[in-house]
């Protein structure tokens, strides 16, 4: 049976609590617990006056007052910004108006022309509508500009309209030339899908003749390196490969020629594709002569493939003349684009002149209106200077005295009181924003100090809780040891007892009492284990177990209590 604990109870506090967010009805009535007065921080009339009046009430005096000079400021401001208005209309509904469409102008000319310069690279028909959006757009914006400019009938503005028609023109004809060279990208995929597959045809048709033709070359070495060679079957196989041996040739010459047009379809200049072009032709004229030794049934049957590949290299629509106008069309977009920037540069050049008379009028007016605003400045600085005054008056008699001070000694308070020196001397209360928080404090303090009462309270009865705790780990370790000797001693006779003769139904009941002892005394040391964990003494280790033993041991301490239950 556990010991009794005695248990110690705390009387209730007849004192209600009430924290710094509860009623502060009498909180304003308490005096600083030293007796000690607050200092006069006042100081003069006009203090004692600021000093009866609430922050609130006291600032919004001090900003009235700077708001009305500053009212005045503003009138004043406004007259003479009249006056400045008035002075530099002219220039804001004439000058400046000009000057911005013209460079709206100027600005979607420039975009135009570069929308056209990417028109020169285009291969394929996804990327010509991306170009072609972006040029409509283009062009949208300068129609846009050119409209509002329209209503400015001077020479500048025709220039820049006939300029930015011209522009318009030449990216119409970069449109045309889009489309041919897209049209001539498909076409040279088409002749290079239809130069695979001629290149495919004469390996069908000569490929396994030549193979036929080196076994034969193999089958004549051998022959000849016998020591007695069969020379009329030699001779004889000799000019069966005499007749086949232009039949290899025209196969060389025909990948070469293929390999040839592949790279003249790539040439860069013009001046190289016309190279490539007289190799070509010396390539087919070659070719050719080979293809008439070829024996004549074969021949006629090379001469449809052959007529194709040469069309496919220097016909109409080959590859050489689908890259020679390629290469044309590039030359005559670049000149275009070479055209286009010339126009902007035009542009640009009437624009600067448009802008640079502009500014110069606009300068003019405002050198009339300099006399103006140095009065205003004036003016202005002046009334500045008396506002600021004012400002540091408001602050030096109302706001350093009465506020700063006052916050200071609240906030040294505060942490004393945070700190825990509760006995610090606090601000008095008051019925203004800082008296109110000097009332907060002071309950502040009070709450503080039941705290502290009742954290000592919480102290003791945790001591006696542990205390009670440690009894408690002491009385189970008692009991434990007294328990185990006796334990001890019933196992050790078990153990005697089963060392004499004894019948099997005996043994088997010592067993069971032995391993039911040794069950108990494991469970006594786990009631040990729980002491040395409340103590923080107890140590975790690994260890291997048998565990068909442990099941045995439980079923023989529930077999009787089973068996009795049927």
Same mark, same amino acid.
């Given at each position: 049976?556990?010991?009794?604990?005695?248990?110690?109870?705390?009387?209730?506090?007849?004192?209600?609590?009430?924290?710094?967010?509860?009623?502060?009805?009498?909180?304003?009535?308490?005096?600083?617990?030293?007796?000690?007065?607050?200092?006069?921080? #006042?100081?003069?009339?006009?203090?004692?006056?600021?000093?009866? %009046?609430?922050?609130?009430?006291? %600032?919004?005096?001090?900003?009235?007052?700077?708001?009305?000079?500053?009212?005045?400021?503003?009138?004043?401001?406004?007259?003479?910004?009249?006056?400045?208005?008035?002075?530099?209309?002219?220039?804001?509904?004439?000058?400046?108006?000009?000057?911005?469409?013209?460079?709206?102008?100027?600005?979607?000319?420039?975009?135009?022309?570069?929308?056209?310069?990417?028109?020169?690279?285009?291969?394929?028909?996804?990327?010509?509508?991306?170009?072609?959006?972006?040029?409509?757009?283009?062009?949208?914006?300068?129609?846009?500009?050119?409209?509002?400019?329209?209503?400015?009938?001077?020479?500048?503005?025709?220039?820049?309209?006939?300029?930015?028609?011209?522009? #318009?023109?030449?990216?119409?004809?970069?449109?045309?030339?889009?489309?041919?060279?897209?049209?001539?990208?498909?076409?040279?995929?088409?002749?290079?899908?239809?130069? %695979?597959?001629?290149?495919?045809?004469?390996?069908?048709?000569?490929?396994?003749?030549?193979?036929?033709?080196?076994?034969?070359?193999?089958?004549?070495?051998?022959?000849?390196?016998?020591?007695?060679?069969?020379?009329?079957?030699?001779?004889?196989?000799?000019?069966?490969?005499?007749?086949?041996?232009?039949?290899?040739?025209?196969?060389?010459?025909?990948?070469?020629?293929?390999?040839?047009?592949?790279?003249?379809?790539?040439?860069?200049?013009?001046?190289?594709?016309?190279?490539?072009? $007289?190799?070509?032709?010396?390539?087919?004229?070659?070719?050719?002569?080979?293809?008439?030794?070829?024996?004549?049934?074969?021949?006629?049957?090379?001469?449809?493939?052959?007529?194709?590949?040469?069309?496919?290299?220097?016909?109409?629509?080959?590859?050489?003349?689908? $890259?020679?106008?390629?290469?044309?069309?590039?030359?005559?977009?670049?000149?275009?684009?070479?055209?286009?920037?010339?126009?902007?540069?035009? %542009?640009?050049?009437?624009?600067?002149?448009?802008?640079?008379?502009?500014?110069?009028?606009?300068?003019?007016?405002?050198?009339?209106?300099?006399?103006?605003?140095?009065?205003?400045?004036?003016?202005?600085?002046?009334?500045?200077?008396?506002?600021?005054?004012?400002?540091?008056?408001?602050?030096?008699?109302?706001?350093?005295?009465?506020?700063?001070?006052?916050?200071?000694?609240?906030?040294?308070?505060?942490?004393?009181?945070?700190?825990?020196?509760?006995?610090?001397?606090?601000?008095?209360?008051?019925?203004?924003?800082?008296?109110?928080?000097?009332?907060?404090?002071?309950?502040?303090?009070?709450?503080?100090?039941?705290?502290?009462?009742?954290?000592?309270?919480?102290?003791?009865?945790?001591?006696?809780?542990?205390?009670?705790?440690?009894?408690?780990?002491?009385?189970?370790?008692?009991?434990?040891?007294?328990?185990?000797?006796?334990?001890?001693?019933?196992?050790?006779?078990?153990?005697?007892?089963?060392?004499?003769?004894?019948?099997?139904?005996?043994?088997?009941?010592?067993?069971?009492?032995?391993?039911?002892?040794?069950?108990?005394?494991?469970?006594?040391?786990?009631?040990?284990?729980?002491?040395?964990?409340?103590?923080?003494?107890?140590?975790?280790?690994?260890?291997?177990?048998?565990?068909?033993?442990?099941?045995?041991?439980?079923?023989?301490?529930?077999?009787?209590?089973?068996?009795?239950?049927?």
């Amino acid at each position: 049976m556990w010991p009794s604990m005695p248990r110690e109870t705390s009387p209730p506090n007849p004192r209600p609590l009430h924290g710094t967010c509860g009623r502060m009805d009498n909180v304003s009535q308490r005096t600083d617990r030293t007796g000690s007065p607050m200092p006069d921080v #006042a100081g003069g009339r006009l203090g004692s006056v600021l000093s009866h %009046l609430s922050i609130r009430s006291s %600032l919004f005096l001090g900003f009235g007052a700077l708001g009305s000079i500053m009212i005045l400021v503003v009138l004043g401001a406004i007259l003479v910004t009249g006056r400045m208005a008035a002075s530099v209309g002219g220039i804001v509904k004439t000058e400046i108006p000009t000057m911005v469409h013209t460079l709206r102008v100027a600005r979607a000319a420039d975009a135009l022309a570069a929308s056209g310069i990417p028109l020169a690279f285009l291969n394929t028909e996804a990327e010509r509508d991306i170009a072609f959006k972006q040029v409509d757009m283009a062009q949208k914006s300068l129609m846009a500009a050119l409209n509002t400019l329209g209503l400015l009938q001077d020479e500048t503005g025709q220039m820049l309209t006939e300029l930015s028609g011209e522009l #318009a023109e030449n990216l119409s004809r970069l449109r045309v030339m889009v489309d041919e060279r897209i049209s001539l990208k498909q076409r040279q995929v088409r002749n290079r899908a239809q130069l %695979l597959a001629n290149l495919q045809s004469f390996q069908q048709r000569l490929a396994y003749r030549i193979s036929i033709l080196e076994g034969d070359g193999d089958v004549v070495h051998r022959l000849m390196s016998r020591p007695e060679p069969p020379l009329e079957r030699v001779g004889q196989m000799a000019r069966e490969l005499t007749t086949l041996l232009p039949l290899s040739r025209f196969y060389a010459q025909v990948e070469s020629m293929n390999v040839r047009l592949l790279a003249a379809s790539q040439d860069s200049t013009l001046g190289g594709l016309n190279v490539s072009r $007289r190799v070509m032709e010396n390539a087919v004229a070659d070719a050719g002569d080979t293809l008439k030794k070829i024996p004549g049934t074969l021949r006629q049957d090379l001469e449809g493939p052959f007529s194709e590949l040469v069309g496919l290299a220097l016909g109409r629509e080959g590859l050489m003349a689908v $890259r020679d106008r390629e290469l044309r069309l590039a030359n005559e977009s670049q000149g275009l684009n070479e055209v286009n920037q010339g126009i902007v540069e035009r %542009l640009d050049a009437a624009t600067a002149d448009l802008v640079l008379g502009g500014l110069a009028k606009i300068d003019r007016s405002g050198s009339a209106t300099d006399d103006l605003s140095r009065w205003s400045i004036f003016v202005l600085v002046l009334v500045t200077f008396l506002a600021l005054i004012g400002v540091v008056i408001l602050f030096h008699l109302h706001v350093n005295r009465h506020v700063i001070k006052r916050l200071s000694w609240l906030s040294s308070a505060m942490q004393d009181v945070a700190a825990g020196h509760l006995e610090s001397r606090l601000p008095p209360a008051g019925n203004n924003e800082l008296g109110r928080l000097g009332a907060a404090l002071h309950q502040f303090r009070a709450t503080a100090s039941e705290a502290r009462e009742r954290e000592v309270k919480l102290k003791e009865a945790r001591d006696r809780a542990e205390a009670g705790i440690k009894a408690k780990a002491a009385f189970l370790a008692n009991m434990s040891h007294e328990i185990r000797t006796p334990l001890n001693a019933i196992i050790g006779m078990g153990n005697l007892a089963m060392q004499t003769d004894l019948s099997p139904k005996q043994r088997d009941y010592l067993s069971k009492i032995d391993r039911a002892g040794r069950t108990l005394l494991n469970i006594i040391n786990d009631i040990l284990d729980f002491s040395k964990i409340e103590a923080g003494k107890l140590d975790l280790e690994k260890t291997c177990f048998n565990l068909e033993e442990v099941l045995s041991r439980l079923t023989d301490i529930v077999r009787l209590k089973a068996e009795e239950k049927g």
